[in-house]
């Protein structure tokens, strides 16, 4: 009786082995082991990552749960720039989202695949240095790369120019961005800083509309995490860890990343303070007539860094620097 059930039901059998049982399996293998695109997203859920994502350049926007119309404008213009296996996600802190926010943007990573959530970060510009911190030892941990743009999700980063450049010059140590090295310490008003007591000024930091920073350096932070002091603003916070190291500190006018954009020149690599309208002006600048600008101008004077100054002396602006 069992070899008669055995051939009634034999093609059915055949079947499940022949086209069910390996996409069963391809589920299960998805599933526990897992994709690193998908776990560079679920792995904040204590899950331990399979394996490390392979990119050169690794791109971490930090912006906030409601800025979805932002979000969506970088995605269409300067996001697009670069190689395909570039690492790119936006980061969010979820610590104080409701249930329902936390949905939207689970529905809102299924259909894009860039969300980098922070469950145990509280999204504020108050906690925006633990965020860093947080996202920094997060992609040591999980991407192997070679260097981190950290950036706004107001600015517009030329990531196809700044990914040549950085092939080419292959340097480990390297802190690149447009240096701050007189600012005072702001006592009161919404940028108070009474923890910084260090000195009457901030040691020289890269600003943080955007700026680089090599792996050797991000690798630093993740392993000294539980021994780094948090101030005020995450660009000077990233700054005073690394003030005692002996690395290339590298200033660049074209990195315009002040609280205000200096302008517009076709060198610029970040452009900070961008509304979304300027993003895809400058976007399309670029795709149909290659250059970023549809005018160049300045709003505003820069500076050359003088680094063999003192750093309340460093930072003398001038007419006729981009």
């Not at 970088?74 to 936390?102: C, H, Q």
């Not at 000024?201 to 995490?225: E, F, K, M, Q």
């Not at 000077?236 to 690395?247: D, H, M, Q, R, S």
Request: hydrophobic share 35%; proline share 3%.
């Amino acid at each position: 009786m069992l070899c008669r059930r055995f051939r009634r039901h034999s093609s059915t059998i055949f079947v499940f082995l022949l086209f069910l049982l390996p996409m069963y399996l391809g589920i299960l293998y998805i599933l526990n082991c897992g994709d690193p695109i998908i776990d560079s997203y679920i792995v904040q859920r204590d899950r331990e990552p399979v394996e490390k994502y392979q990119t050169f350049l690794a791109v971490l926007v930090t912006t906030s749960s409601n800025n979805i119309e932002r979000r969506d404008a970088v995605r269409e213009t300067w996001l697009t720039y670069g190689n395909s296996s570039m690492f790119k996600r936006f980061v969010i802190g979820t610590a104080s989202a409701d249930p329902n926010e936390i949905a939207r943007l689970d529905r809102e990573n299924w259909g894009k695949g860039d969300l980098l959530l922070l469950p145990d970060v509280h999204d504020s510009y108050a906690t925006l240095s633990l965020k860093v911190l947080h996202m920094l030892t997060w992609l040591d941990r999980h991407v192997d790369f070679k260097y981190v743009l950290k950036v706004d999700d107001d600015s517009f980063a030329r990531l196809d120019v700044m990914e040549k450049e950085l092939r080419q010059r292959n340097e480990e140590a390297l802190y690149w961005g447009f240096f701050h090295g007189d600012a005072k310490v702001p006592k009161e008003g919404p940028l108070e800083d009474h923890d910084w007591v260090l000195c009457d000024r901030y040691v020289p930091y890269a600003l943080g509309g955007g700026y680089v920073l090599s792996a050797d350096l991000v690798h630093y932070i993740a392993t000294n995490v539980d021994s780094l002091k948090l101030y005020r603003s995450e660009d000077v916070t990233v700054g005073a860890w690394l003030g005692p190291l002996n690395i290339k500190r590298e200033h660049d006018v074209r990195f315009d990343t002040m609280n205000h954009s200096r302008g517009c020149s076709n060198q610029y690599l970040v452009t900070h303070k961008q509304s979304e309208n300027e993003m895809r002006k400058k976007h399309h600048q670029l795709q149909t007539k290659g250059r970023l600008c549809e005018t160049e101008y300045r709003k505003a004077k820069s500076y050359i860094y003088d680094w063999a100054v003192l750093p309340s002396q460093c930072c003398k602006k001038k007419s006729g620097i981009i």
